[in-house]
């Protein structure tokens, strides 16, 4: 079985602010899709000019149009987000009700959740994992849950938890991997793959 096909894998982030934790969670666990060869895009909800979804069946356009291009090219898909009031952030859902079957179903989908409090996000990603399901994606068994936000990245943005390092590159590497065993093979190495993987690497 050849796994060596590169896949692509994006990252969103449902984070708006400036110097975002979420968003450099993404972009770090995006680094471990790389080591795994995939091709990454961080997708910075910040930089998007979103309409509010209404339901409605309108033709996409700008950047709602580009958002589906890029998810919907995607073989894998880690969303990020902070956790307000116990769920994801308002920017990651209206993204994602932007979106639908065509861009999640059968991908491999990581999650992490981002807090300054002790929760980590859990609740946020909890949902999220629903989310996933419903839209016929493989949420991957782990997940990294990120409390006490602003003690794990320095003033410049990098990860000095080595712990929580390991663990965003881990998320990162096993979407990618799964993502390519997905692409190449439907037999029982994808998985045994699955059913070998750690529930919450670091998480203990």
């Given at each position: 079985?050849?796994t ?36 990454t ?119 000095i ?9 881990k ?34």
């Amino acid at each position: 079985m050849d796994t060596r096909k590169q896949v692509t894998v994006v990252g969103i982030s449902g984070s708006l602010r400036n110097g975002s934790y979420t968003t450099l969670a993404t972009a770090e666990a995006l680094r471990g899709a790389e080591q795994e060869g995939a091709h990454t895009h961080l997708i910075n909800l910040s930089e998007y000019d979103l309409k509010f979804c209404n339901g409605g069946d309108d033709e996409p356009t700008g950047d709602v149009l580009k958002l589906q291009k890029l998810v919907g090219a995607a073989q894998g898909i880690i969303l990020g987000t902070p956790e307000y009031h116990g769920s994801y952030s308002g920017v990651l859902k209206n993204a994602l009700d932007l979106m639908g079957f065509k861009e999640f179903e059968g991908k491999m989908v990581g999650l992490l959740g981002v807090s300054g409090g002790m929760m980590g996000g859990l609740n946020a990603m909890n949902e999220l994992r629903s989310v996933g399901r419903t839209l016929h994606a493989w949420v991957i068994p782990g997940q990294v849950a990120i409390p006490n936000a602003s003690a794990i990245f320095d003033k410049s943005g990098n990860v000095i938890d080595k712990k929580m390092n390991v663990s965003l590159i881990k998320l990162g590497q096993q979407v990618a991997s799964f993502s390519k065993l997905h692409l190449v093979s439907r037999d029982r190495a994808f998985l045994k793959a699955w059913e070998e993987a750690p529930l919450n690497p670091g998480g203990d």
